[in-house]
């Protein structure tokens, strides 16, 4: 024994924020010194360059939060976490659960680790407002439509939002006699950083000015009329529960609101059930739908990742992905329909391009996300609507805000012509698409 206190670890992950912390609150409450720390796991080295420069920012902000506590370690968990463990001392390593596919399986690895010294981890609460499995229909089954599943989640509920911890306890390590080569900080995080109370501020400006028009705002792209919240929500940075107890139950566009934070836990609930939908057609019966492939394919897609498919608001949104790490939901379901259903790609290429490129990228989320465009996955669209790009500009771009914007050569010699006819494109997306209803 290192001294006769009880000293615990906090493994933040998809929860780096100090308020409303389960896991946290729990580690403060049941040990005398608590050790804050965040691992940069190889695993997460496949993100984009925005993801990971968004990610180093938040833990500056989260590392100032907790008066320079955190250690920012970098390697592999599994290995990682029971050597540090054993050096400062703790029994147990606190974590917020984490339902992913990796994730989990993560998580049992380092568990099993940990049992081997006499020590474990414990999981509390969740990323998600209702945490996955726990919205069932009567039977226990769970629910593959969204309608009936979020009238169940809003029965559910979730619980307050907890206050921020009131001077915690956390652990010293200049007191420790440590081998600092265990304490392996990371020297390549971003200088700026993103700060818990800016969020809640960005939070409280867009409950103040925007909120009250969000059912209309949010399908403009022009317009700033959501939240911007989703990549913080990827990283924990703000809990849903923390959005949730701010809304007026009886307002619409408070509902329409909430009914996005539904649908996120609505996917969460579908992967955890249904891993293999990750990259696998919830919809067997659209395996066997015809799918471009080799070098023209490649090139088709090349096109639509460079933005510069010739259809505006398509190649709008891919710039705007491609520079700033988002895009608007209502153009990501319009560039979504245009690969899978004018370009007869596969959905799984689009949704690689879009984790990698996402600040706010999720698996559960983003895949079956794609998989509604592509309609082989919950709630999909009909395989027979295939949004018209150039329709769809004119009714939620009409003036050009958004399309100007990000294609600043519109109208000149450089801007491409469209690469296909939309109209014939739909007919053969059709004639495709109708294998389905074949026995």
């Known amino acids: ?53 968004l990610l180093s920012e ?9 008066g320079g506590a955190l250690q920012i370690l970098e390697g592999d968990p599994v290995q ?24 989990r399986r ?26 996955p499995g726990r919205v069932a229909k009567a039977d226990g089954e769970p629910y593959a439509v969204f309608t009936p599943f979020s009238r169940r989640w809003r029965e559910h509920g979730w619980t307050i939002p907890l206050g921020k911890p009131v001077d915690p306890n956390w652990l010293d390590l200049d007191r420790l ?14 200088v700026d950083a993103v700060a818990e109370l800016d969020v809640l501020d960005r939070w409280a400006a867009f409950r103040r000015e925007r909120l009250g028009s969000y059912g209309l705002g949010r399908d403009i792209p022009a317009t700033e009329g959501t939240s911007g919240l989703s990549p913080y929500l990827k990283f924990g940075v703000v809990h849903p529960r923390q959005l949730l107890a701010d809304l007026d139950p009886s307002s619409r566009d408070h509902i329409a609101f909430s009914s996005e934070l539904a649908w996120r836990d609505f996917y969460a609930d579908v992967l955890f059930h249904q891993p293999e939908t990750a990259w696998s057609n919830l919809d067997r019966r659209f395996d066997r739908i ?30 705007q992905l491609t520079r700033t790490g988002w895009m608007h939901n209502r153009v990501r379901m319009i560039v979504a329909s245009f690969l899978v259903k004018d370009l007869h790609l596969s959905w799984q290429w689009g949704a690689r391009f879009f984790l990698q490129h ?26 027979f609507r295939v949004f018209n790009p150039t329709a769809q500009q004119a009714r939620w771009d009409p003036d050009g805000g958004y399309i100007g914007r990000w294609i600043p050569e519109l109208g000149t010699s450089t801007y491409p012509a469209p690469m296909v006819d939309h109209a014939a494109e739909r007919i053969e997306a059709l004639s495709r698409y109708g294998v389905i209803r074949r026995p």
């Open 358 to 383: 996402l600040l706010d990228g999720d698996l559960a989320s983003n895949n079956h996300g794609w998989q509604w465009a592509a309609g082989s996955g919950t709630d999909a669209a009909p395989y």
């Open 290 to 319: 015809a799918i471009d492939n080799g070098p023209a394919a490649r090139a088709k897609f090349e096109l639509w990742c460079h933005g510069l498919t010739g259809f505006p608001i398509v190649d709008a949104g891919m710039r």
């Open 177 to 190: 006699d440590l081998d600092r080569n265990v304490i392996r900080r990371t020297a390549t995080l971003a």
């Open 1 to 53: 024994m290192l001294d006769s206190v009880t000293r615990s670890v906090m493994w933040f992950r998809r929860d780096l924020r100090l308020t409303d912390q389960p896991a946290l609150s729990t580690a403060l409450a049941e040990s005398s010194e608590v050790l804050p720390v965040f691992v940069l796991d190889p695993a997460f080295n496949s993100a984009g360059a925005a993801r990971q420069r």
């Open 106 to 131: 993560r998580d049992e690895q380092v568990a099993a680790a940990l049992h081997a010294s006499g020590r474990r981890l414990r999981g509390l609460s969740s990323s998600y407002a209702v945490e």
């Open 58 to 66: 938040i833990l500056i902000g989260l590392r100032g939060a907790t």
């Open 80 to 103: 990682i976490l029971p050597e540090l463990v054993e050096r400062v001392d703790a029994q147990t390593v606190y974590v917020t659960k984490d339902f992913g596919l990796y994730g």
